[in-house]
């Protein structure tokens, strides 16, 4: 492990040894302005891959021999070598960027932090962010009307009715701390408008070029990695101490080389492409790991091609997916309307740095993997895991296998006799009739897909062809349309093909993330009847990232992620259990027939997407939004707390917080709150859809006098601790085994008094009583979307301690930054071999001088014993620890500052 004297040495911050020998200057937007010539420093530079190259680069920019050393260069350096050995370094990225969900707790904590400061009696202006932070709200849409040419509307003044006291508080934000960008609501997905936007890909901060670098507190910031910016989801609370200044640690990572050679085959598109290297990344394991695609099948694909791609980085469960900057980059760069001068920076910054593809590269990669683009097959993905492809000629039988098979990721259970059931009913006043496998949601969603033209043409003219066949949506479908970004509008509607869209009844209800979420409103009445009463397995398909159980929706219990044009043919077809080779949608009309060429969609692109849309569309990106612009915000550099908002609540993490941290050494007699199987995600343990009617957080609401209708969801009231601390572990799909194998609810067993209480009611009452809580899990335990209430919510909990057989990286970062202690089973070992039952009290003794990755005795009683691994993986991490937090460790550094 490295230097934990460089890294916490007394001498503080020294001059920047690189500055002597290696600083240079070109000319940059007009001016001299200076860069650091990374690749003149070591001949090892050429044998780095691009990723790399980023980090590299960020250690020489910022090594002042305390905080980032000289060291960090050479391990960096020799990445080659060190990848193998989990070897710390720190990274100081360019920028932050925030959703709202996630944003709004991280401006709560820091307007937290300025109150702690004051208390304390420090100066409180300390606490602002230290580099760029971008935040977009996209994610409090919701697609409660549809299918109308007034939904947008609606949708838009509900999201601002039940959100304006976030959106209040977001605005007094703006103008309270410095470097806080906010993107009013309506504007169109982040990642989107980061990646026609927001992305610097070179800065030029005070005459100072620099590579653009950006941490998110979402896990699909990884699609700006398709325009060569580094950039990966982490937590809101590593986010909060990177716009602190901070630098996040983490492990030099394994980069896996994925070469792409030939080219798409007509008809195929991005979202086939995507799937399927989620599936191969998937089968070798990239967890933990860089992606860098190469080989001459990137240069076959276009940017939006290569950010579908990279977005889909945590479903194949790597870091990041990344593609270097080339020709290709600077042709997307124009088209979406980036200045001259920007572009030519960042060409020419990146050729004198190495860091422009050329093709001619000579990279050793940690592994290697190839694809050959022309064997990719039309698919589609589910029904409960992206990674779970499913070629589209094989999915009917893929569905009809799934009905019977045993419950699980590819099984719903449903006994042999029940697989014809069929119900016909009456909805907004046409028959038609709903069976296992029936479309019940229909949706063009997420940045993933949005953000691609390509995909969008082909949805508008799978559904200009379908109306010439005389096709229609089936009456039970709920259609939908979320563009990221107006552009989307702009160019659909040049075409002429919105028009097709709108009479399938995919007009847009939204600019935001929607239905990919689990914001997709609620699905007509007679449609949920037919369904409750009838154990229907319905389903949904969406052209999202994202499918766990019970994300979409409630009552989809199969979801399928899909291209948009496949998303149209699904909701004219009105059940995924269609062989589309051999059986037409309807009138003898099938999928082939309305199915568009490469070259047609290709020809509506280059006529209709052109770089003055995406010009006239981002030149008022911060006033388009009257209702914004209007909004009334307090002001002041301290936030006026209101007791009585059920939404901004200011938080207990530094209740009695003293200068000093006080020693968290010993857990003793702690209880199990959960025992979970494998795949437990961060929607299970932190949900962001709806709050249900009889949940702890329902009854909190309605006791604070907020009328049913009034709920909204957890993700928008993620302001609220009151309210998030009683979401937790509130998913109804959830399967703790200490209630009983197979049966689900959020729910637990007190042991004390042996009642089945919800799992936040036993908490409270374990709280009461004083005693710590331990939770104990399988696999991948906070798999899924970077989600910082997954850890807050069972810190207020009282858990001290999570027991899992692998953790997800975000959410294993996540735990340590709120000083919950995250323990891996010994390889070979569970909860089920070591016979434990979750009756069990546990003893835990953290005292002395802790070491990444070291092995920890567990006393669990009764003379027994097992020995975990300490997944505290880094030595600041220890700090973190050490401080109660991350937060808790950042704010007393400030406090010391001078």
């Known amino acids: 492990m490295l230097r934990s004297v460089a890294r916490f040495s007394k001498a503080g911050p020294q001059p920047n040894p690189f500055n002597s020998r290696f600083l240079a200057s070109m000319q940059?937007?007009?001016?001299?302005?200076?860069?650091?010539?990374?690749?003149?420093?070591?001949?090892?530079?050429?044998?780095?891959?691009?990723?790399?190259?980023?980090?590299?680069?960020?250690?020489?920019?910022n090594c002042d021999e305390f905080d980032v050393t000289s060291k960090t260069v050479e391990d960096i350096f020799n990445w080659k070598e060190n990848c193998t050995k989990s070897i710390e370094i720190p990274f100081k990225p360019a920028r932050v960027v925030l959703q709202d969900f996630t944003g709004v707790p991280c401006v709560v904590d820091l307007a937290a932090m300025r109150d702690t400061t004051k208390r304390l009696g420090g100066d409180a202006s300390k606490i602002n962010p230290q580099i760029p932070v971008d935040l977009v709200i996209d994610h409090s849409v919701q697609v409660d009307a549809a299918g109308s040419a007034g939904a947008l509307k609606v949708n838009q003044d509900l999201e601002m009715d039940r959100n304006r006291e976030r959106f209040q508080f977001l605005k007094w934000g703006s103008t309270a701390f410095d470097n806080l960008l906010i993107v009013p609501p309506g504007s169109g997905i982040v990642h989107q408008v980061n990646l026609e936007y927001l992305a610097r890909v070179v800065f030029n901060s005070k005459g100072l070029l620099y590579p653009d670098s950006v941490v998110g507190t979402d896990s699909h910031t990884t699609m700006i990695n398709g325009v060569g910016v580094a950039g990966w989801g982490v937590g809101g609370i590593e986010a909060e101490a990177a716009m602190l200044g901070q630098s996040l640690s983490m492990v030099l990572p394994k980069v896996v080389g994925y070469k792409l050679t030939g080219k798409l085959r007509d008809g195929c598109t991005a979202t086939d492409l995507v799937l399927t290297v989620t599936k191969n990344l998937r089968k070798l394991g990239v967890v933990g790991k860089?992606?860098?695609?190469?080989?001459?099948?990137?240069?076959?694909?276009?940017?939006?091609?290569?950010a579908t791609i990279a977005n889909m980085a945590p479903e194949y469960g790597a870091t990041v997916g990344y593609f270097p900057i080339d020709g290709e980059t600077v042709k997307y760069l124009k088209t979406t309307g980036?200045?001259?001068?920007?572009?030519?920076?960042?060409?020419?910054?990146?050729?004198?740095?190495g860091m422009f593809r050329t093709g001619s590269e000579k990279i050793k990669y940690t592994e290697d993997l190839e694809l050959d683009l022309a064997s990719v097959e039309p698919c589609v993905s589910g029904p409960k895991r992206p990674h779970d492809h499913v070629t589209l000629k094989t999915m009917k039988a893929d569905f009809n296998a799934c009905m019977g098979a045993k419950t699980g990721f590819k099984g719903f259970g449903v006994p042999a006799e029940q697989h014809g059931k069929s119900v016909s009913f009456t909805v907004n006043g046409k028959e038609t009739s709903i069976e296992h496998g029936s479309v019940v949601i229909a949706a063009i969603t997420s940045c993933t897909n949005t953000s691609n033209p390509s995909v969008l043409v082909a949805a508008g003219l799978v559904a200009k062809k379908a109306i010439e066949k005389g096709l229609m949506v089936k009456p039970h479908v709920k259609?939908?349309?979320?563009?990221?970004?107006h552009v989307v509008t702009q160019y659909l509607n040049a075409a002429g093909l919105q028009e097709k869209l709108d009479t399938l009844g995919f007009q847009t209800t939204g600019y935001g993330c929607m239905t990919c979420i689990g914001n997709s409103g609620d699905i007509a009445p007679e449609v949920s009847k037919a369904i409750a009463d009838n154990n229907i397995v319905a389903a949904a398909v969406l052209s999202g990232n994202r499918n766990f159980e019970a994300r979409i929706h409630p009552q989809t219990a199969a979801n399928y992620l899909a291209s948009p044009p496949l998303v149209v043919a699904y909701a004219l077809a009105g059940r995924v259990n269609i062989d589309f080779d051999t059986e037409p949608i309807a009138n003898g009309v099938y999928l082939r027939d309305i199915w568009p060429t490469t070259q047609e969609v290709a020809d509506v692109v280059n006529s209709c997407v052109t770089a003055s849309l995406f010009s006239n569309v981002y030149k008022g990106i911060l006033t388009h939004n009257e209702q914004w612009n209007a909004l009334q915000a307090p002001e002041g550099k301290l936030y006026a707390w209101d007791e009585k908002s059920t939404y901004i609540h200011n938080p207990p993490y530094f209740a009695g917080m003293k200068r000093e941290p006080e020693p968290q050494t010993v857990i003793k007699d702690a209880a199990v709150l959960c025992v979970f199987g494998d795949s437990i995600t961060t929607d299970h343990i932190s949900p962001a859809g709806n709050i249900a009617k009889d949940s702890p957080a329902a009854r909190f609401l309605q006791e604070s006098g907020v009328e049913r209708k009034d709920f909204n969801t957890y993700g928008s009231r993620r302001g609220n601790d009151l309210i998030m601390v009683r979401g937790t572990f509130a998913n109804t799909r959830l399967g703790?085994?200490?209630?009983?194998?197979?049966?689900?609810?959020?729910?637990?067993?007190?042991?004390?008094?042996?009642?089945?209480?919800?799992?936040?009611?036993?908490?409270?009452?374990?709280?009461?009583?004083?005693?710590?809580?331990?939770?104990?899990?399988?696999?991948?335990?906070?798999?899924?979307?970077?989600?910082?209430?997954?850890?807050?919510?069972p810190y207020l909990q009282g858990v001290k301690v999570v027991i899992a057989e692998s953790f997800e990286r975000i959410h294993r970062s996540n735990l340590v930054g709120?000083?919950?202690?995250?323990?891996?089973?010994?390889?070979?070992?569970?909860?089920?071999?070591?016979?434990?039952?979750?009756?069990?009290?546990?003893?835990?003794?953290?005292?002395?001088?802790?070491?990444?990755?070291?092995?920890?005795?567990?006393?669990?009683?009764?003379?027994?014993?097992?020995?975990?691994?300490?997944?505290?993986?880094?030595?600041?991490?220890?700090?973190?620890?050490?401080?109660?937090?991350?937060?808790?460790?950042?704010?007393?550094e400030k406090l010391q500052q001078k």
């Open 736 to 793: 703790n085994k200490i209630v009983g194998e197979g049966q689900t609810g959020p729910y637990t067993i007190h042991f004390p008094t042996g009642k089945k209480l919800s799992i936040f009611d036993a908490a409270m009452e374990y709280q009461k009583a004083g005693t710590p809580l331990v939770i104990l899990a399988g696999k991948e335990y906070g798999s899924g979307s970077s989600r910082d209430w997954a850890a807050k919510g």
């Open 338 to 353: 980036r200045s001259e001068a920007h572009v030519d920076r960042i060409v020419n910054y990146a050729k004198a740095t």
């Open 290 to 306: 860089f992606v860098e695609f190469y080989g001459d099948g990137v240069s076959n694909l276009s940017l939006a091609d290569r």
């Open 818 to 892: 709120m000083g919950i202690v995250p323990l891996q089973f010994k390889a070979g070992e569970n909860v089920h071999s070591l016979g434990l039952t979750g009756k069990e009290t546990f003893n835990f003794n953290f005292s002395g001088e802790l070491k990444p990755g070291q092995e920890v005795s567990v006393d669990i009683g009764g003379g027994k014993k097992i020995t975990c691994i300490l997944r505290i993986d880094t030595l600041v991490e220890v700090k973190f620890f050490e401080n109660g937090g991350i937060l808790n460790y950042v704010l007393r």
């Open 28 to 61: 940059a937007d007009g001016s001299s302005a200076s860069y650091y010539k990374v690749n003149e420093i070591s001949t090892k530079y050429s044998e780095l891959p691009f990723s790399i190259r980023v980090l590299l680069e960020s250690a020489v920019r």
């Open 479 to 485: 259609t939908s349309l979320s563009p990221g970004s």
